[in-house]
């Protein structure tokens, strides 16, 4: 019983698949052809298609449908009851190419519902539905189904050799292969054909013929296991499957026949679709299902629009119109206007595409830079770059320091930070007998050197030294105080 159910499963498994390809169509003269053109021998009915198995000897008509395929294919998500379709009735709704699905509107949806098991279908010549979607030979409730002495075997008619517990007939074991169905795992095989999991490991595994060497096992891997059998790969069941069409639900790229399976959307898609606001669901793009579109307007599947600031998503999702963000406008402030390295730049502004683009900026020499700009005159010697001088009462403006003997008032205003003798200094100048306007002294004007001999500009020297003696102090002269003192010197004498 339990190689019985397996068969069954792998079967239905099968015929799942078979639903979704197209890589198997009917000839002219009514056999079945590969979609690489190879003819094939055996047809075991899986539903709404018919799965083309070659074993050598065994001919059987080949059922076509309006398109001339031996499968077909439902509109994408169109299961039992489920659709997508919008509607107001059944007569919007398109048929989906099965007599056994019928077509109904249910709360606004197209749906498909699956005929009762034994209602007639036309897919297969006396076809009758088995209750889930497919058209089929037979079934097991429904053995009358069957003539001349065959019997219900997986939904299809097999002679009554293949109930009788042996194996001969051209069998290749115990009442499968052949004429039979296809075996269940560890029952012999001569090739792929004879098993339900369409892999025969062991010798003689790849051939159409030979003798029954092989094993029927469960798949491990795409390949070599299932290369045999054609363009095929392994489920997680370990049975070689058609590769899927466009817009099924699928695990990884192997399963799809386009070779790409977007992780975000696990359908098999024409394209990558990995890009932002990307993706091959038509319930996110308005497309078909498999079709890579850009994402509708407002949504965000995939959430690659998180708001992110200052110029790149504002939270409203995709664009629609192209595979991008919904961005922050051009023109939206992103930056503030501020100061660096003393010039003041205006407010930055986003260009809608994602940048935070610099304003314009202005070099606020010889002031210093504010939060308010760059100003064109100053209150304090604050207020202007170093180099410069404010000129209070005389015009309120940053103005660059003097150099060389200049004249001056403060020591701010020279860039040597010394005024003395009303001209800009070397030093402050500040010893007895010294000056820096180079008029009273033998030096330069500008720097600091002795007042002449003879010279007392400051009256530093009154009372005691009477004038400067030329090297930087002050001298008792030789005039009438010095001649006094000789008197008094003689007289005593």
């Not at 075991?44 to 083309?52: D, R």
């Not at 998500?77 to 249910?106: K, L």
């Not at 308005?286 to 579109?293: L, P, V």
Request: glycine content about 18%; some cysteine; overall charge negative.
């Amino acid at each position: 019983m339990a190689n019985g159910r397996s068969a069954r499963g792998g079967q239905q498994r099968l015929r799942r698949e078979a639903r979704r390809s197209h890589s198997v169509h009917c000839s002219a003269h009514g056999r079945a052809v590969a979609a690489a053109g190879r003819e094939l021998h055996w047809l075991w009915p899986l539903g709404l298609g018919l799965l083309a198995l070659g074993v050598a000897g065994s001919t059987y008509s080949c059922a076509l449908d309006a398109s001339g395929l031996a499968t077909t294919s439902a509109p994408t998500g169109a299961g039992a009851s489920g659709g997508g379709q919008e509607c107001s009735g059944p007569d919007d709704c398109a048929s989906i190419g099965s007599s056994c699905r019928g077509v109904a509107c249910s709360a606004g949806k197209c749906t498909w519902p699956f005929l009762e098991e034994g209602h007639g279908c036309t897919e297969l010549a006396a076809g009758i539905c088995d209750g889930k979607g497919d058209c089929v030979q037979c079934t097991e409730a429904h053995q009358e189904s069957c003539t001349d002495g065959k019997r219900c075997q997986l939904n299809r008619c097999v002679p009554a050799h293949c109930f009788d517990g042996l194996s001969g007939s051209g069998e290749t074991d115990v009442d499968c292969g052949g004429e039979c169905a296809p075996c269940s795992n560890d029952k012999h095989c001569h090739s792929f054909v004879a098993c339900l999991s369409l892999f025969c490991s062991g010798a003689g595994a790849g051939g159409s013929g030979g003798s029954a060497a092989g094993t029927c096992a469960p798949c491990t891997d795409d390949a070599p296991d299932c290369v045999p059998a054609g363009n095929l790969w392994c489920d997680a069941d370990g049975v070689c499957q058609p590769k899927k069409d466009l817009g099924i639900v699928c695990n990884g790229p192997g399963e799809c026949e386009s070779g790409f399976c977007p992780a975000q959307d696990l359908v098999c898609c024409a394209g990558a679709c990995i890009g932002i606001c990307e993706s091959c669901r038509g319930a996110n793009t308005g497309e078909g299902d498999g079709q890579c579109a850009p994402v509708q307007q407002g949504q965000d599947p995939d959430n690659d629009c998180p708001h992110t600031d200052p110029c790149g998503p504002v939270g409203q999702g995709c664009r629609g119109d192209a595979a991008a963000c919904v961005l922050h406008a051009s023109g939206e402030p992103c930056a503030p206007a501020g100061c660096n390295n003393n010039s003041f730049g205006a407010a930055w502004t986003c260009d809608g595409q994602g940048s935070c683009l610099a304003g314009g900026s202005t070099d606020c020499s010889p002031y210093i830079c504010n939060a308010s700009g760059c100003p064109t005159s100053c209150g304090s010697q604050l207020e202007c770059l170093s180099g410069n001088y404010c000129a209070l009462g005389n015009g309120n403006a940053c103005t660059p320091q003097k150099s060389g003997p200049e004249s001056c008032s403060f020591a701010y205003e020279c860039n040597s930070g010394h005024c003395a003798d009303d001209t800009c200094c070397d030093s402050d100048c500040l010893g007895v007998c010294e000056a820096c306007d180079g008029v009273l002294t033998d030096g330069a004007a500008g720097t600091c050197s002795p007042v002449s001999y003879g010279e007392d500009p400051a009256g530093e020297c009154a009372g005691v030294r009477p004038f400067c003696d030329g090297t930087g102090q002050c001298a008792l002269g030789t005039g009438a105080s010095g001649g006094g003192g000789s008197g008094t010197g003689g007289s005593g004498g």
